[in-house]
């Protein structure tokens, strides 16, 4: 049995950066991840989209972007598209999660990737952790394992309240780097706000890659009545339409995505950070920056 001072479990952003500032403090420091991780693997239902000043923050290579955006489309219910400028990026998380972890490995953490955890418990004044591949013991545990968190359902911590839940559905769409730039604009990400006969509380979008498109659809999960047909109503929209009509699908993927806080998000040397505690914009959607920094404040805690 492995002795640590802090266990993470999930190696996410929020869980990469807990590591990383974990080790960097002197903290003896295991990162333990259910999925094999590299660059081609462990695909995560996610539009991928970070803003300019995170990727000079963390040096993220130029190399590893998908696309650099400059501007945002907003295509609100009254038909109109409200344009918004700025700069940011398109990415792989399955790259863009892999480039943490090393970050964290680098710093000093101890990575388990490819291994499950199956169950956890107070033994003493310690939480003994077991996995498919061994036991390990620590003080404080970083529960970075997303929404369903499995390390605080054993724990019986309460979940979400229903109505801070999204359903989304994301559909990667293979095409040429060509009509992307044709239909969407090489450098602009799509979001869709207000429609509330397609979406009654939540959004859509589309975010362009090198040559795929991430087609995303999410609503309040207690309004939804039929996920599937809802999402297909999106689909009817005009624009949309158009996108996709030389396009074709590789992967389609139901995923949930918190929307406010868990009731609890620490207890008793445990923290809960990243979507697993809540973490996300509730207008945008967007998680990677919360995540990260509550991974970080969770350490410094």
């Known amino acids: 049995m492995k002795n640590f001072d802090i266990v993470v479990i999930g190696a996410g952003p929020g869980g990469s950066i807990a590591a990383k500032v ?3 403090n002197g903290y003896s420091t295991c990162l333990i991840e259910k999925e094999k991780l590299n660059e081609g693997g462990r695909y995560k239902a996610c539009g991928g989209a970070i803003t300019w000043d995170l990727i000079k923050e963390i040096n993220y290579p130029e190399d590893k972007i998908c696309r650099i955006i400059e501007s945002l489309e907003l295509h609100h219910l009254d038909g109109k ?19 943490l972890t090393n970050i964290a490995t680098n710093s000093g953490a101890l990575l388990k990737d490819y291994e499950s955890m199956v169950n956890i418990k107070k033994v003493g004044n310690k939480y003994q952790i077991i996995t498919e591949k061994g036991k390990y ?6 529960a970075a394992d997303g929404v ?26 293979k095409t040429s780097r060509h009509y992307i730039d044709k239909v969407l604009g090489k450098d602009s990400l799509h979001l869709f706000f207000g429609i509330k006969t397609l979406i009654p509380i939540g959004y859509a979008w589309l975010f362009p890659k090198k040559e795929t498109i991430t087609l995303g659809w999410g609503s309040q999960i207690n309004l939804i009545k039929n996920s599937r047909k809802e999402f297909k109503k999106f689909l009817t929209i005009p624009f949309v339409k158009q996108v996709l009509k030389n396009s074709k699908l590789e992967i389609f993927k139901p995923h949930l995505i918190p929307v406010g806080l868990r009731p609890i998000l620490y207890s008793d040397n445990v923290f809960a950070i990243g979507d697993a505690g ?4 509730p207008i945008s959607g967007k998680g990677i920056p919360y995540a990260m920094k509550s991974g970080n ?4 805690s």
Request: no cysteine; aromatic share 14%.
């Open 22 to 24: 974990a080790a960097e």
């Open 81 to 99: 598209i409200y344009s918004k400028r700025g700069k940011g990026a398109v990415v792989w998380r399955s790259t863009f999660d892999n480039f």
């Open 137 to 142: 013991t620590t003080k404080y545990v970083i």
């Open 148 to 173: 369903t968190s499995s390390v605080l359902k054993l724990l019986k911590w309460p979940f979400f309240r229903k109505e801070d839940i999204l359903l989304t559905i994301t559909q990667e769409m």
């Open 278 to 281: 809540g973490f996300v914009d």
């Open 297 to 300: 404040i969770a350490i410094e």
